[in-house]
């Protein structure tokens, strides 16, 4: 049983909800990165996305690509990350997710990439911009290393095809909620609700919401149909402004209220 099963196990005993913040690696200075990670576990987190700075980041807003410029003029790299993780491995024990794209991938080595991931202790990743029909390149290694690969079904994926993305992995589904790039929204489709309970309804592993995630009235909504959310634009947000009291409080949504005796 890998970490990600231990953790929505656990969350499904105690009939709670996924919070998985994303955190630009690098951004603030990649010697801030494991203390970052530690908070957020410290915070509540159910597992943690990391991002990986790129030149060409097709998925993300404007929040995260200026995390990313910060990161790439701080000279940090893909190897020095996983270094990095490795580090945290020590003391964080949330499922570590790391998101990047398939080019610096490519660029390291894909055996070389998995090989070190691993050793660093990540326990999935997230490459948006490769498709199920392209995946084969990695899959096989990602899998003997006991790595889940996080795939993603967007507002426009047909049913069929989102039962066939679903099937795949242990991890979790990644199910995006807008039809654009990464950064917070006010409101959503009024079709969202319904999407998310369709994929809930074929999937077999959990269905996380992200994409535009900013606040605990948009949370406490979106999870009556799904098992968590992705939060990433807001949590970069709060770290670069160091609103740490305000970070806390949007992820507490999901802690257990102290009894009174």
Known sequence: MNRFEQSFIALKENNNKAFVPYIMAGDGGLECLVDRLILL???????????????????????????????????????????????????????????????????YGINEFVQDIRTAGVDGCIIPDLPIEEEGIITAQLEEAEIELIRLVTLTTPIERIKTIASKGKGFLYTVTIKGITGARNEYDSELNQFLQAVKDVSPIPVLAGFGISNQEQITELTKYCDGVIVGSKIVDLFNSQNLPEMEKLMSIFKPKSKIV
């Open 41 to 107: 576990e410290k915070f509540g987190a159910t597992a943690i996305e990391v991002g990986v700075p790129f030149s060409d980041p097709v998925a993300d807003g404007p929040t995260i690509q200026q995390a990313g410029i910060r990161a790439l003029e701080n000279g940090t790299t893909l190897k020095n990350i996983i270094s990095e993780l490795g580090k945290a491995r020590i003391e964080v024990n949330v499922p570590i997710v790391l998101m990047t794209y398939i080019n610096p991938i490519y660029r």
